[in-house]
T-cell receptor, first 112, second 113 residues
Framework: DQQVKQNSPSLSVQEGRISILNCDYT??????FLWYKKYPAEGPTFLIS?????DKNEDGRFTVFLNKSAKHLSLHIVPSQPGDSAVYFC???????????FGTGTSLTVIP | DAGITQSPRHKVTETGTPVTLRCHQT?????MYWYRQDPGHGLRLIHY???????DKGEVSDGYSVSRSKTEDFLLTLESATSSQTSVYFC????????????FGDGTRLSIL
């Protein structure tokens, strides 16, 4: 059973606009959440993370929001750029060890 | 970039043959992981290691074994490959500091005919 879910397989956004990628999880024992970006034929690259004790973390154009009561995570990219076109994975870590669980990914296309 | 090298990068083999994939790190990180990536499934954990000779199963471990005899190397073995194991395999590492992300290698594309 998928513990981390990304329900939107794809998303298209105009350059300069905001991209919002969503992620839901089911396990309340996750304590650390991450977003990765993946280009074809490359490994996932760490983008941004957030601890369960926070509700927002910002790094440049990227902001991650965590709503623990809803078990929902989102990534905001503002402004979106064509180079942001990639597959984005959200991930969550169990607080009982160092195991990470990944969503199925959302393919973002930023249209110039 | 994290120092992670996966080898081989591509491999084609036949059903029933043994296959070993290697992950080598230069970061001296404690944790190492093997994932497979398949369409519609994202990244799924096969096995992971929390130290030399210390390994544990992930969610899709059937048909796979691992070994870690040195901090820097983590091997994934398919004892008798099946077509369902055709996939892209990623190795990842992470350290022991609190809230440290995983870093990934570039993957091995494995095709089993």
């Amino acid at each position: 059973d998928q513990q981390v879910k990304q329900n939107s397989p794809s998303l298209s956004v105009q350059e300069g606009r905001i991209s919002i990628l969503n992620c839901d999880y089911t396990n309340s024992m996750f304590d650390y959440f991450l977003w990765y970006k993946k280009y074809p034929a490359e490994g996932p690259t760490f983008l941004i993370s957030i601890s369960s004790i926070k509700d927002k973390n910002e790094d440049g154009r990227f902001t991650v929001f965590l709503n623990k009561s809803a078990k929902h995570l989102s990534l905001h990219i503002v402004p979106s750029q064509p180079g942001d076109s990639a597959v984005y994975f959200c991930a969550a870590r169990l607080n009982t060890g160092n195991q990470f669980y990944f969503g199925t990914g959302t393919s973002l296309t930023v249209i110039p | 970039d994290a120092g992670i090298t996966q080898s081989p990068r591509h491999k084609v083999t036949e059903t029933g043959t043994p296959v070993t994939l290697r992950c080598h790190q230069t970061e001296n990180h404690r944790y190492m992981y093997w994932y497979r990536q398949d369409p519609g499934h994202g990244l799924r954990l096969i096995h992971y290691s929390y130290g030399v000779k210390d390994t544990d199963k992930g969610e899709v471990s059937d048909g796979y074994s691992v070994s870690r005899s040195k901090t820097e190397d983590f091997l994934l073995t398919l004892e008798s490959a099946t077509s369902s194991q055709t996939s892209v395999y990623f190795c990842a590492i992470s350290g022991t500091n609190s809230n440290q992300p995983q870093h990934f290698g570039d993957g091995t594309r494995l095709s089993i005919l």
